[in-house]
């Protein structure tokens, strides 16, 4: 049944602060925007967007660096019923051809110096180009100041998506996994609850948010505690170390702690203030949280989400958190390990964590059959993520079996980048796996035959070919040639033995 409240901009909205005069970001250079902003700024573009022609459940692609605005722009298009398509900023024009072809947009908000590059794909779908800069630049924000700050949030049914967002696959062809209302919904009430979010909390935002970490669970949660957040327009740990005085809680990925502790201000004074530290999107090497434990006398709480499912699971806000767990299943997610037969296993054993609960994604974007793949007959989603349980019925993940690398906290996914370089002159054929890497978690590494072993490409040049075609977090940190890949009796390509022979190559 369809319901105003539905909307997941009608949940945000009951919980603003009764004084809307309140602070919702405060950006590094002094711009201070309220909650009575946000709401008409919102109806503004909203209703803008709608006299456009733009309609219920039409997309809209947006690649723009980050600001205040792209915030209002998001909770604009879930207030009308538009589906949201953030896209990486690193994503070049080639991964951006396939992105506009699958996902068929109305309307894309971009930079003004890639306008041009945008307008080369207008078709009979994509009728529009906007554009939206730093600073309230941009040609929505100037043809939207005239619009009136009024406009009625769209009743939504709780199957509606609300925000699409591309994770590639195996054989690189990226996957729109469809976010729904319900979905956000579920997942931020989850964390409110986890976490003990108050509308006294102030966020430290550091993340870019183009992906579910910086739009979902951290957006998210001031949103639903009409909370306040200091808004960074990149990590930059000299600037997170002078903000974290007037913070509560901070969110990052696991590069941003070994950061925070190469830097020598970074003490126990500074974040005296603060409630929670949180990190995610790639496994914390024990070691960091141990270190970061000594340095703040916190103790990080680690959690466990997906692209398709929001957050899984988390270490206890009350409680023991355990490095290298990422803790128990969330209020409403049910979680189990699997072995190859789909029985469930404990006892340390290592499986297949599957997932189930109103979080979990409605599918793929016109990919029916790859969706109906993803679960089991009991609509458990397959993460393949493997997975143990501790004593205590923590959960850790031990790796995947899916091949993919976690760098930085962005994923990227080995086939996309073996197509490009097996495709190379001199190149036979490479391998791509993730090593162990102090800064990023991971480390993109390309293992390559070429075509002559004693004549090898260069590799400055084959670095700077994929530069080209991928985006730049996806690029090989090294490249090594060797003369044969490992193979199994199947001919598959044994990555396993790939990892333990260079897992020392980045210490």
């Known amino acids: ?185 579920a997942n931020g009430l989850a964390l409110q609850e986890a976490w003990g979010w108050q509308q006294s909390d102030v966020l430290l935002h550091a993340l870019p948010i183009f992906h579910i970490h910086g739009l979902f669970v951290a957006c998210h949660n001031v949103l639903l505690s009409g909370s306040k957040m200091l808004f960074l327009e990149k990590f930059d740990s000299k600037t997170v170390v002078q903000l974290l005085p007037k913070a509560t809680v901070f969110m990052g990925v696991p590069t941003f702690y070994t950061r925070l502790l190469d830097e020598p201000s970074f003490d126990r004074a500074c974040s005296q203030n603060m409630r929670l530290f949180i990190s995610g999107s790639a496994p914390l090497l024990e070691q960091t949280f141990e270190d970061f434990q000594k340095r703040s006398d916190h103790t990080i709480l680690e959690r466990y989400g997906m692209t398709e499912t929001g957050m899984n699971t988390s270490n206890p806000l009350n409680g023991d958190r355990i490095a290298g767990t990422v803790g128990l299943p969330l209020p409403g997610v049910e979680a189990r390990i699997v072995d190859e037969n789909n029985h469930s296993i404990r006892n340390n054993s290592v499986g297949v964590l599957q997932v189930k609960g109103k979080n979990v994604f409605k599918g793929y974007w016109r990919m029916p059959e790859k969706s109906a793949e993803e679960f089991t007959e009991d609509h458990f989603f397959i993460t393949g993520d493997l997975a143990q349980y501790n004593e205590q019925g923590y959960i850790s993940i031990v790796g995947r079996n899916k091949d993919m690398v976690i760098t930085g906290g962005y994923n990227v996914y080995p086939k996309e980048v073996e197509l490009l370089l097996d495709e190379t002159e001199g190149v036979k054929e490479s391998a791509i796996i993730g090593l162990a890497h102090k800064d990023f978690g991971e480390a993109v590494t390309a293992i390559v035959v070429p075509e002559d072993i004693t004549n090898p490409p260069n590799v400055d040049d084959l670095k700077k070919s994929l530069k080209e075609q991928l985006a730049s977090y996806k690029t090989p940190k090294k490249i090594i040639f060797i003369e044969q890949l490992p193979r199994n009796t199947m001919g598959k390509v044994q990555k396993n033995m790939l990892r333990q022979t260079y897992k020392s190559l980045y210490k």
């Open 1 to 185: 049944m369809c319901n105003k409240k539905n909307n997941i901009y009608s949940l945000f909205q009951a919980r603003f602060p009764k004084d809307t005069s309140a602070s919702f970001i405060e950006t590094n250079d002094g711009a201070e925007y309220s909650y009575a902003y946000l709401e008409q700024e919102t109806s503004r573009i909203a209703q803008f967007l709608t006299t456009l022609g733009i309609k219920k459940g039409d997309r809209i692609a947006v690649q723009v660096e980050k600001s205040p605005h792209v915030i209002f722009l998001y909770l604009a298009c879930l207030r009308a019923g538009f589906v949201y398509l953030p896209l990486n900023t690193a994503y070049t024009k080639s991964e951006l051809s396939y992105f506009l072809e699958n996902a068929e947009p109305s309307l894309v908000v971009c930079k003004t110096e890639t306008e041009d590059i945008f307008s080369g794909f207008k078709n009979e779908t994509l009728k529009h180009i906007l554009t939206l800069d730093l600073n309230e630049q941009g040609s929505i924000i100037e043809q939207s100041r005239s619009t009136a700050a009024e406009f009625e949030t769209v009743t939504s049914d709780t199957d509606d998506i609300a925000v699409i967002l591309y994770t590639s696959g195996t054989t690189g062809r990226p996957k729109g996994a469809m976010i729904t209302h319900a979905n956000l919904a």
